[in-house]
């Protein structure tokens, strides 16, 4: 008996690391695209004849049809099975990234990125759901924060490999090369992998229970945080390499190995702080503490100008980012229940993609009006402060008169 236990235990795990590997391999197409257009957006914004506000917009377009899109995907996904979502929307993804490097007007790019972020919602929701269902309630948001390694792969590589391919191609070739990559990945997806043992994706959410999460004052403030979240994130990741070009005199080689290390330094963050969460049952503890560091060197970022200086801001920066992506997401999941992860998922998603929307524009806007990034980053790190308000509300509502986590 203990033999073949032990046999079952070997397989389940054989089958996790494929099955994770290849969910990860496929997400990373989703974020190519976004980091692509951020990387190469000095050169794009030039051969298009672009200003820096409808720099912003192209990358907030994506996340105009992306934050709306976050709760009818993860709840069609919990009810139609992760599984047949997330191939759908990786291979949308791979597609759309690789007509990005067909466009030769604004419009063409405002509209490649919003039926992009429309296919994006699919493999984000279904994704962090899939991963999720590999491992038990126990390990729930260390694997929610591993979910993001494969965001993070999209931009390691595009960042490293990007500027060598500019050398000797354009700034379109990259999005050819990678988007083919991915639509041989969703095929490989959709007929090697296999359903997981936590699965409970399928049929047992209803609209309603999707629609009842906005009556929850819980939620709100989960949604809260979770829209300063990725505006601190997405605008960082928008913004920071033109920062660094046009204000600190980076090269792109140099900026994209900055660029490069920030994303290699933050993949395994993820994964710590859901270990972390896991461990000491005390998740708002380290949103908490993120939230400080992300204030501090994001402010530090426009004081600075020895490129040593901004090496260290941008480490610390990256170490703690997204630290408290895994905590944030099992919040919810933990009171709820498992069977409502995509739905909870895309929940928190929306609203952190309309702050992802909001700061990314708003920064741009900034940029043109007063010729410096350095009131938009003074707003982020105040910002970081609001949020840490919330987060001790939410530690509050979590032990307080609103009833402890509810464990499913």
């Not at 690391?17 to 190469?40: H, P, Y």
């Not at 931009?155 to 639509?183: C, H, M």
Request: net charge positive.
């Amino acid at each position: 008996m203990d033999q073949q236990i032990g046999k079952n235990k070997r397989g389940v795990n054989k089958h996790r690391v494929f099955n994770v590997s290849l969910i990860t391999l496929c997400m990373s197409i989703q974020t190519i695209s976004l980091s692509g257009v951020a990387l190469f957006l000095p050169i794009i914004l030039n051969d298009l004849a672009l200003s820096y506000t409808q720099g912003g917009t192209i990358s907030a377009s994506a996340m105009l049809v992306y934050a709306p899109m976050q709760i009818p995907a993860g709840y069609l996904a919990d009810r139609f099975g992760l599984k047949k979502m997330f191939f759908i929307g990786v291979l949308g993804t791979a597609v759309l990234c690789f007509s990005f490097g067909l466009i030769s007007a604004y419009w063409h790019a405002v509209l490649n990125q919003m039926i992009s972020g429309f296919f994006r919602a699919f493999v984000f929701a279904s994704g962090v759901a899939l991963i999720a269902s590999w491992f038990g309630p126990k390990r729930r948001a260390t694997a929610m924060g591993l979910s993001l390694i494969g965001l993070f792969s999209g931009q390691l590589i595009i960042n490293t490999f990007g500027p060598l391919l500019l050398e000797k191609f354009d700034w379109r070739f990259p999005f050819f090369a990678f988007a083919s990559v991915g639509i041989l990945a969703s095929f490989g997806y959709l007929w090697l992998a296999k359903e997981a043992p936590h699965d409970m994706s399928g049929h047992k959410v209803s609209i309603m229970d999707a629609v009842q999460l906005f009556r929850y004052p819980f939620m709100w403030v989960v949604g809260i945080i979770q829209y300063f979240r990725l505006g601190f994130f997405g605008s960082l990741s928008f913004w920071l390499p033109t920062f660094f070009i046009n204000e600190k005199g980076l090269s792109l080689q140099v900026t994209g190995l900055i660029i490069a290390l920030r994303t290699l330094l933050s993949a395994p963050t993820n994964m710590v702080g859901g270990y972390m969460s896991d461990r000491f049952k005390n998740p708002t503890v380290i949103i908490g503490v993120s939230l400080i560091m992300i204030a501090v060197t994001t402010a530090l970022f426009v004081r600075v100008n020895s490129i040593e200086l901004i090496i260290t801001l941008n480490v610390i920066n990256a170490l703690f980012i997204q630290l408290y992506f895994g905590p944030l997401f099992a919040i919810p999941v933990e009171k709820y229940g498992s069977q409502m992860t995509g739905t909870l998922t895309g929940f928190g998603n929306f609203f952190a993609n309309l702050g992802g929307f909001s700061f990314t524009y708003l920064i741009g806007l900034v940029k043109d009006h007063t010729g410096y990034f350095e009131s938009g980053f003074y707003t982020i790190a105040a910002a970081c402060l609001v949020s840490l308000v919330f987060t001790i509300l939410l530690k509050y509502m979590s032990s307080g008169p609103f009833g402890p986590l509810v464990k499913h």
